[in-house]
């Protein structure tokens, strides 16, 4: 770190979601700025790349606490450093996952996860033909074994990709044995206790907004 950039408290403020959402923008395209041999990237540049405005990248980079020197922007390798470690990116979360059908499978082969702090160590599902087995170097277990898995693994997190059916009631297991997070990619809006933190990511969620603005531009 340089004499012209100083970090703060960072637990002083609490980080809107929006902008949580957004860092890791930053943080992938100051990542090819450096890539092209760039030392120093301004609020601007990063806004041409991604088309926000410099002021709301500003903005947001203000919350984890790094200053840039004045006409030349923030060192980029200070950056990528506070970037990750802001995010959690530098620290290990091991994560069961719950259901190896077709997403849950492409994210156990998903070794791309590692890199950004997530280490799925085990999997779970009902399949006969998949537990005792393991895919990417994962094991996979039977859902009964969970319990006894929780003592042998140091992990607080659950990715849930199993059938909306039985959504709620894997978490209620998962709760029950000691996740402490979800990660739910099911299209059903898990309930938990509220010291439980819940992500949700419904790629159907997602499908239908795109293709509601697709049929408006269609429209228009």
């Known amino acids: 770190m340089t004499t012209n950039e100083v970090i703060r408290d960072k637990d002083s403020m609490k980080v809107p979601e929006p902008t949580l959402r957004r860092l890791p923008w930053y943080l992938s395209n100051v990542k090819l700025l450096k890539q092209r041999g760039e030392r120093y990237v301004s609020s ?125 009631s894997i978490t209620n297991k998962m709760v029950a044995g000691g996740i402490k997070a979800v990660w739910n990619f099911t299209p059903f809006r898990i309930r938990v206790p509220e010291n439980i933190v819940v992500q949700n990511t419904s790629l159907y969620a997602h499908l239908a907004l795109m293709f509601n603005r697709l049929n408006f531009n269609e429209i228009k």
């Open 44 to 168: 601007t540049q990063i806004s041409k790349e991604i088309n926000i405005d410099a002021s709301q990248i500003a903005k947001d980079l203000s919350y984890v606490n790094i200053s840039g020197r004045t006409r030349v922007g923030y060192e980029v390798d200070t950056l990528i450093a506070v970037l990750e470690s802001f995010l959690g990116f530098t620290n290990v979360h091991n994560a069961f996952l719950f259901g190896v059908g077709s997403l849950g499978g492409a994210l156990l082969r998903d070794s791309g996860l590692n890199h950004f702090g997530l280490k799925i160590v085990a999997a779970f599902d009902i399949n006969r033909d998949l537990v005792g087995h393991s895919l990417n170097g994962i094991p996979i277990f039977h859902p009964d074994d969970f319990e006894k898995k929780m003592l042998e693994y140091n992990v607080n997190i659950g990715v849930l990709t199993v059938p909306i059916e039985i959504a709620q």
